[in-house]
């Protein structure tokens, strides 16, 4: 990060900043978001199909 000096800012000169356009960070969030669902939907499924597995050993052994 660099230290300004406020007294070497020109009130005519915009700030640049690292930060991201809002726009760009919500596009961002959207698409984490949307990952995040699809990756919970998988682990969904994933559980389901292992507990079915189980059952169906848990029967063919009794």
């Given at each position: ?54 059952e169906l050993t ?5």
């Open positions: 990060m660099k230290n300004h000096d406020p007294e070497l800012l020109s009130a005519h000169e915009p700030i640049t900043s690292d930060r991201a356009e809002p726009a760009t960070l919500a596009g961002n969030l959207e698409a984490l978001l949307q990952r995040s669902q699809q990756l919970n939907e998988y682990c969904d499924r994933a559980v389901a199909e292992i507990r079915a597995s189980l848990q029967n063919h052994s009794n």
